[in-house]
């Protein structure tokens, strides 16, 4: 079983800054893939970052260069940084956990880029 508690969402201007955080407990590994998605309203959950034993990372094409994420495996706890805000970045962004038999998400955080 894991948990994963997210914070550091909020409100934003366009091109500003903002770091997420997931908090995760339970049976977590240095291998399990960790990261982030995001749902915006009336849209699919979509990847935005996920990382891989702390060296493999994805991201979406939508942030590359603006978005970075990292991990401290000493503190179960990974980040999203997210720079460069535009507005259709504005979502719920979900922390996400996959240690190769199930999928564990957080319960999400409000990020809303508008001026």
């Known amino acids: 079983q894991v948990q994963l508690v997210e914070s550091g969402g909020g409100l934003v201007q366009p091109g500003g800054s903002l770091r997420l955080s997931c908090a995760a407990s339970?049976?977590?590994?240095?291998?399990?893939?960790m990261g982030w998605y995001r749902q915006a309203p009336g849209k699919e959950r979509e990847l935005v970052a996920v990382?891989?034993?702390?060296?493999?990372?994805v991201y979406a094409d939508s942030v590359k260069g603006r978005f970075s994420v990292s991990r401290d495996n000493a503190k179960n706890t990974v980040y999203l940084q997210m720079n460069s805000l535009k507005p259709e970045d504005k979502a719920v962004y979900y922390c996400?956990?996959?240690?190769?038999?199930?999928?564990?998400w957080g319960q999400g955080t409000q990020v809303t880029v508008s001026s």
């Open positions: 339970g049976s977590i590994f240095s291998g399990d893939v």
């Open positions: 990382m891989s034993s702390g060296v493999s990372t």
């Open positions: 996400y956990h996959n240690g190769g038999l199930r999928v564990y």
